[in-house]
Nanobody, 117 residues
Framework: QVQLVESGGGLVQAGDSLRLSCAAS????????MGWFRQAPGKEREALAT????????YYSESVKGRFTISKDNAKNTVYLQMNSLKPEDTGVYYC??????????WGQGTQVTVSS
């Protein structure tokens, strides 16, 4: 089992920045990738960014590429999402996901990000 705790959400204005954190605990040695997802009101959960823990390779959705950066601190078992130039359409609940090498998914409880225009 892997436990994930997100933090760093809040209410900001368009153009501002936020940094989200996702602290992992438990059987973290089995984790292959960690990622950030967003669920806007009335919409499906959307994958935003993923990082491969062994290689530090990253993936970004087109909606956040160039504005968001995913990074990791292996010593702290923590993954970050630096979000710059935030837009009102970035509003939603942000979830952290850890995926094990066997393909099992673990999710955090989510953190709310609200961007006002």
């Amino acid at each position: 089992q892997v436990q994930l705790v997100e933090s760093g959400g809040g209410l900001v204005q368009a153009g501002d920045s936020l940094r989200l954190s996702c602290a992992a605990s438990g059987q973290t040695s089995t984790t292959a990738t960690m990622g950030w997802f967003r669920q806007a009101p009335g919409k499906e959960r959307e994958a935003l960014a993923t990082i491969w823990l062994s290689a530090a390779s990253t993936y970004y959705s087109e909606s956040v590429k160039g504005r968001f950066t995913i990074s990791k601190d292996n010593a702290k078992n923590t993954v970050y999402l630096q979000m710059n130039s935030l837009k009102p359409e970035d509003t939603g609940v942000y979830y952290c996901r850890a995926q094990s090498r066997s393909g099992r998914d673990y999710w955090g409880q989510g953190t709310q990000v609200t961007v006002s225009s």
